[in-house]
C-alpha cells in the first residue's frame, strides 16, 4: 500500500540534493533537453523551447496520481543543475512506480544517475513503502542499464514493437528492470 505524503521532500546524497521540480526549473529543462544526445534513446532528437514548455514540463509538474512523494525532481551538485529524477505512478498498477532519470552529458560517468535514483528508492521502498519500483530503457542503452544494474535491479523482459518511425536500435526492444522492497531493505 501506498502511504501518503504531505508533500515531496528534498532528498539528499553525499553529492547532490534532489528538490521537487518546479516551473522555476523550466529554462534548466529547456537546455537539458535541446541536447540531441541527451535525448538519443528517447526521442532521437533535441526538443525545441516550445515543446518543452507547454507540452513536458506541464505533465511533469502535475502531482502523478494521488499520493504524494511521487512526482519528479531536480537534482543539483552544489549549484550545478544535473538532471531530473522521477517516480512515476504506473497507470496500470498504482501500487507500482516508474524510475527515470535525465542527465545533462557533463554529469555523465560520475554516479549521478546511480546516486540519484538510490536515494528516490529508497524513498519509495522506506518513506512511500512500495512494493515495486521498475524502469525502462532501449536495451541498446549501455549507459542506462549500467546504473540499473548497480541499483540491483533486476532484468525481467525485453519487449519488441513496431514504431512508425523506429530510432535506431529499436528493432532489439526495449527492456524492463525491477527491483522489489524486499530486495532493497534485504540489501
Do not use: C
Not at 86 to 113: H, I, N, Q, S
Not at 154 to 178: C, K, M, N, Q
Amino acid at each position: 500500500m501506498i502511504h501518503p505524503v504531505d508533500r515531496r521532500p528534498t532528498l539528499h546524497t553525499e553529492r547532490t540534493r534532489l528538490e521537487p521540480l518546479t516551473a522555476d526549473h523550466a529554462e534548466l529543462l529547456v537546455e537539458l533537453d535541446s541536447d540531441a544526445e541527451v535525448l538519443r534513446f528517447i526521442f532521437g532528437r533535441a526538443l525545441p523551447r516550445e515543446e518543452v514548455v507547454e507540452q513536458h514540463l506541464p505533465r511533469r509538474l502535475r502531482p502523478d496520481g494521488p499520493p504524494r512523494g511521487i512526482g519528479y525532481w531536480a537534482g543539483f551538485a552544489g549549484d550545478e543543475f544535473l538532471g531530473w529524477w522521477a517516480l512515476a505512478v504506473d497507470d496500470e498498477d498504482p501500487e507500482t512506480a516508474e524510475l527515470g532519470y535525465r542527465l545533462r552529458r557533463r554529469a555523465w560517468g560520475k554516479g549521478y544517475a546511480t546516486e540519484g535514483s538510490r536515494a528516490l528508492l529508497d524513498h519509495a521502498f522506506r518513506t512511500l513503502g512500495l512494493p515495486v519500483v521498475w524502469a525502462t530503457t532501449m536495451a541498446v542503452n549501455a549507459g542506462s542499464r549500467g546504473v540499473m544494474t548497480k541499483l540491483g535491479m533486476t532484468h525481467v523482459r525485453t519487449d519488441v514493437r513496431e514504431w512508425d518511425d523506429p530510432l535506431s536500435g529499436a528493432e532489439l526492444g526495449e527492456v524492463r528492470y525491477e527491483v522489489t522492497r524486499s530486495d532493497w531493505l534485504a540489501r
